[in-house]
């Protein structure tokens, strides 16, 4: 029979071994207000009509090797400007903006080194999709971006092999999606920082 000790032991020991993300690691950071409005701009004058991205999102890992260990995400700006447009996926179908950005290349080195996360592919290419539905869309036309990319608000999320960016997977809500819950951060932060100005205007 089990003494009560070896009991506590062995749960103990069961949730040391417990894998806090079984399917692998999604982390992101979100493109600031200023840079999503630019964007959002750019695909309602160059894109129009077209199936465009709401979602706006630069994805730092996406790793499919299950992870035990929490994630603290951390607190920065990284920035970044326009390399170029490229076409992603096994169709060649969805838009995306690649980023020349330091920032994220460190942020992701870092990430990988630290907790050992892999990849499907050899080298990081930072990106923002704008649209995951290009059919018709000539890369070549469209004129670059001429604005500098601020990104903000680092998510560490259970990673859903089944998210494609189009709201097919689920009917969650878009405070549900990764880049939901990361926009919803950042407006709770602006709410907060209201209000703490409000009260130091009532003082």
């Known amino acids: 029979m089990k003494t009560f000790k070896q009991y506590i032991l062995e749960m103990e ?24 409005e630019k964007i959002r701009e750019y695909q309602e004058k160059y894109l129009k009509g077209k199936d465009v991205n709401t979602e706006l999102h630069c994805t730092l890992i996406y790793s499919k090797k299950p992870h035990v260990d929490d994630i603290e995400p951390e607190e920065y700006t990284a920035v970044g400007t326009f390399q170029e447009f490229n076409l992603f996926g096994e169709d060649k179908n969805t838009l995306v903006i690649e980023i020349n950005s330091q920032d994220l290349r460190r942020r992701n080195a870092e990430l990988v080194e630290k907790y050992g996360f892999i990849s499907d592919f050899d080298e990081y290419k930072s990106h923002v999709t704008l649209s995951y539905n290009a059919d018709g869309i000539d890369i070549n036309s469209l004129p670059p971006m001429d604005f500098a990319f601020s990104f903000i608000n680092e998510t560490v999320e259970a990673l859903d092999e089944n998210w494609n ?22 407006k709770n932060k602006e709410e907060k920082s209201d209000n703490s100005e409000d009260s130091d205007d009532e003082e």
């Open 13 to 36: 020991e069961e949730q040391e071994n417990e894998i806090t993300f079984p399917a692998g690691v999604y982390i992101s950071v979100i493109p600031d207000e200023i840079t999503s």
């Open 165 to 186: 960016g189009t709201g097919d997977e689920n009917d969650e809500d878009e405070e549900g999606t990764l880049a939901g819950k990361a926009l919803k951060k950042m």
